[in-house]
């Protein structure tokens, strides 16, 4: 990419090192333990964390320009670190404090920025299998005689294999939905690498057991309490991964044509290099992963003008976060169809010898198709559309699973879920 990004060099390091070793760990589905965790000791997993409390204090814009580096170095690690960044962006929320400036929070915030700065990961475990969480989360949190404990099954727990922390979603007796931090290193979790997707194949997105996992008083927090726009910020994350798709199919491409010797007869050149239909090839590449990166950098300044918003009247919070989820979902609806159109063309550029299994360009297509399936673009397409044409919000927090009644409409679970997790709307 040839940025600067905006990070002690010791972190830049880290990243290149990536993706040193990042298609050996594609081509023998190898988790990136060690990679993971050498990012998070060089500071990854503090970037928006203020200065003042030992982090980089990046603003959004500066902190994606570094995560669509690392995902053009290996694009499964971002996807690793959403759950994460979810958590430190609510840190941040709640705290009131200024990128740059000393936070001003309580005692749990506090201990929370101390824990991301030692370097404490967190995972994500959002989603159930089958019916689960439909609009009522399956996993539940008790109160027992000795505290909390939480009791359920979570699948998609990106990152959570990696995580010292798990972001559970769970409702409490009363059928509010919470969001709790649970310990990972306890009796009562079990995380299996079952993930069985054709792409994105280490993010550690498996199945999560949770078995009368303890839970803190101070860990739990309504759902609806947290930033605004934390599906927007999941959402983000997958465009970085894209966007770094992109970079990294370019990349590719570019140098693997530039070694080339091999030529046909009846090409235009002698030397592949300097074909001229080849470098047309290349140009429509690297064109795409330019715009993807412009697409998700401007997502990112969403972001910071929802962050921005954190003191202010709860309707210019709304309006805030509305605008960060229309601009993720109309960058997942334009870029989906060039970026998966461009990682193609690879194959153009290098002919039958760049589908050698030893070099696996197709990760670019597969790590690109599975991202874009994520929240299905065609939902967002007809979400940007009903509010252009008639000025309706989007729905800014949903879920997926089993409609619990047959015969119950979507529309009537959407409303519901609306209603139940977040009453401003």
């Known amino acids: 990419m040839n940025i600067q990004l905006p990070v002690p060099q010791i972190l830049r390091d880290a990243i290149e090192r990536v993706g040193l070793s990042a298609l050996d760990r594609e081509r023998s589905r190898e988790l990136a333990r060690s990679e993971v965790r050498e990012l998070v000791s060089c500071g990854i997993g503090r970037l928006r964390v203020p200065e003042s409390a030992g982090g980089h204090g990046l603003d959004w814009v500066q902190t994606t320009e570094v995560l669509v580096e690392l995902a053009a170095q290996d694009s499964n690690i971002p996807q690793v670190l959403r759950g994460h960044f979810a958590v430190q962006e609510d840190l941040l929320w709640r705290s009131g404090a200024a990128i740059g400036s000393a936070p001003e929070a309580g005692p749990v915030v506090q201990r929370w920025l101390a824990r991301l700065v030692a370097g404490e990961l967190v995972g994500n475990a959002w989603t159930e299998p089958g019916r689960g969480g439909f609009h009522q989360s399956g996993t539940v949190v008790s109160e027992t005689a000795h505290g909390h404990v939480v009791n359920g099954v979570k699948y998609y727990t990106t990152g959570a294999i990696f995580a010292d922390w798990l972001d559970v979603t769970a409702r409490d007796a009363a059928g509010n939905e919470l969001a709790v931090l649970v310990r990972r290193d306890q009796p009562g979790v079990e995380i299996d690498d079952d993930w069985d997707g054709f792409g994105q194949r280490t993010t550690g997105s498996g199945t999560a057991r949770l078995t009368d996992a303890v839970v803190e008083e101070a860990e739990l927090r309504g759902l609806s309490d947290r930033f605004p726009y934390q599906t927007a910020l999941y959402q983000h994350f997958l465009l970085i991964v894209l966007a770094g798709v992109a970079e990294a199919a370019a990349r590719d ?7 080339r010797s091999r030529t046909f007869s009846h090409a235009n050149t002698r030397t592949p290099r300097t074909d001229p239909q080849l470098l047309q090839a290349v140009g429509e590449v690297d064109a795409v992963a330019a715009l993807a990166r412009a697409q998700v950098l401007a ?8 962050f921005a918003e954190r003191g202010s009247a709860s309707d210019a919070q709304i309006e805030a976060a509305n605008a960060v989820e229309l601009a993720t979902g109309r960058a997942q609806v334009a870029l989906h169809r060039p970026v998966l159109e461009a990682v193609t063309r690879i194959f153009d550029v290098l002919g039958a010898s760049g589908v050698s299994q030893s070099r696996s360009l197709d990760r670019h ?10 929240n299905p673009w065609v939902y967002k397409a007809r979400i940007a559309g009903d509010h252009r044409v008639n000025g309706t919000e989007p729905v800014r927090l949903w879920s997926v ?12 679970d959407v409303q519901n879920l609306i209603q139940t997790i977040d009453p401003t709307s």
């Open 253 to 259: 491409a570019a140098a693997l044509l530039h070694v």
């Open 401 to 412: 699973g089993e409609p619990d009644a047959a015969g119950e409409s979507v529309a009537a």
């Open 299 to 306: 997502t990112a300044a969403s972001l910071d003008a929802a």
């Open 365 to 374: 297509w597969r790590n690109a198709r599975t991202v874009t399936s994520h």
